[in-house]
């Protein structure tokens, strides 16, 4: 059984910057991936970026380049999602969730964890 906790989210003015991270216990398999997923209201899940924690390789959503970066800090199996000149559309509840898996995926139905979530929201 796999936690994650997020953590970092708040309200932040339009063009500003947040760091989420994601602590994730119960498990020492260190061939995991940890995904982020957003859901604005009344919007699907999308998602925003995942890590290998294994390979250390990352993937990210094509609308999401240029403003959101993934990484990790293995030792304390934390991964980090990094979001540059917020906007307003950025709104949403952002959720981390792990796969125990090398590969990873960008699909919601292919990690079998989930965190809480944490709110961000963007004011303009």
């Known amino acids: 059984q796999v936690e994650l906790v997020e953590s970092g989210g708040g309200s932040v003015q339009a063009g500003g910057s947040l760091r989420l991270s994601c602590a994730a216990s119960g498990t020492a398999d260190r061939r995991i991936c940890v995904g982020w997923f957003r859901q604005a209201p009344g919007k699907g899940r999308d998602a925003v970026a995942a890590i290998s924690t294994r390979l250390n390789r990352t993937y990210l959503n094509a609308p999401m380049k240029g403003r959101f970066t993934i990484s990790q800090d293995n030792a304390n199996n934390v991964v980090y999602l990094q979001i540059n000149d917020l906007k307003p559309e950025d709104t949403a509840n952002y959720y981390c969730?792990?796969?125990?898996?090398?590969?990873?995926?960008?699909?919601?139905?292919?990690?079998?964890?989930w965190g809480q979530g944490i709110q961000v929201t963007v004011t303009s």
């Open positions: 969730a792990a796969d125990p898996r090398t590969y990873c995926s960008l699909m919601p139905r292919d990690f079998s964890y």
